[in-house]
């Protein structure tokens, strides 16, 4: 008793801080942004309420439901494109790449363009995709085109491209990480069993892989869900993202009810995905001994 009684004021002590970090930036805005959806909108002012009139209009108006499902598409392809791009990389640095330091300087080329601005890197694709970009100028030189096309910009096509292009590192690093801690020893007595090297990848890796696919998987589609970016820079009419509609909310329609309806609308989404994505982890977790 005397020590519980000694030991309990350090503990208060320790995690008072990071507890009082998480209550004020973390639940206090939660609390505040999913009490601000019940609200109701006089304009130019909003009052304290309690009612469902912001939820209902998300979910009776088409165009809040289209664009929702539109970002869930659009998310949904990003996350596909990182994950055909990013396995085979991960996979060609972990098990064809035998130099170490070589290794670790093609995956530090992965991780590198995260240090560069997001909006350069967006912005990137912009110009190669434009009338007057890189691939309009290869297809005019090269004498495929007579005259540069516009069917490269303002589309979902070059919005996919583009997040695929910025969110594959997050796909890649769980995926390298999951990938080089497999035991050798698995791979090596299955090729002494005879087995062929596609149904060692199909019979070992893949499964042992797993982890790194929906944790890589998770995150790309969550941020490609909350981006906001891509769709102003390359999407185009058609290429409005629930963030772009947030934005829209709490700026210039100055419509802060609905705004943070559709704000716990997308944490909602956010969190079912999360707890979908730890019981797939769970269930498909292999213990290796």
Do not use: H
């Not at 110009?127 to 030189?141: E, H, K, P």
């Not at 090269?142 to 910025?166: C, E, H, K, R, W």
């Amino acid at each position: 008793m005397t020590l519980t009684r000694r030991t309990f004021p350090g503990f208060a002590a320790l995690f008072s801080m990071p507890l009082a970090w998480v209550l004020l930036l973390l639940v206090v805005p939660y609390g505040i942004m999913i009490s601000v959806g019940f609200w109701t909108r006089q304009f130019p002012l909003f009052y304290p309420d309690f009612q469902f009139g912001n939820y209902a209009q998300i979910f009776s108006d088409p165009q809040y439901t289209t664009v929702i499902l539109r970002t869930l598409k659009i998310a949904a392809l990003v996350t596909l494109g990182a994950l055909a791009l990013g396995f085979p990389l991960a996979y060609f640095l972990v098990f064809t790449i035998r130099s170490a330091a070589l290794r670790n300087l093609l995956y530090m080329s992965v991780v590198v363009p995260l240090w560069v601005s997001y909006l350069l890197r967006a912005y990137t694709w912009k110009i190669i995709l434009g009338t007057d970009g890189a691939l309009n100028s290869l297809l005019v030189s090269t004498g495929i085109v007579s005259a540069p096309l516009d069917i490269f910009l303002y589309n979902q096509t070059a919005m996919v491209i583009t997040l695929i292009y910025i969110f594959v590192p997050f796909m890649v690093m769980p995926l390298f990480t999951v990938l080089d801690n497999i035991p050798r020893r698995l791979i090596e007595a299955s090729e002494d069993l005879g087995v062929g090297p596609f149904m060692t990848f199909w019979k070992v890796i893949a499964p042992l892989s797993l982890g790194g696919v929906i944790a890589g998987s998770t995150m790309t589609f969550c941020l490609a869900f909350g981006d906001f970016v891509a769709p102003v820079l390359v999407g185009g009419p058609d290429g409005t993202m629930v963030a772009n509609l947030l934005q829209t909310q709490f700026g210039a329609a100055l419509n802060w009810p609905l705004g943070s309806a559709l704000a716990t609308l997308v944490l909602v989404i956010v969190l079912v995905l999360l707890q979908i994505s730890s019981r797939l982890d769970m269930a498909g977790r292999v213990e290796l001994t």
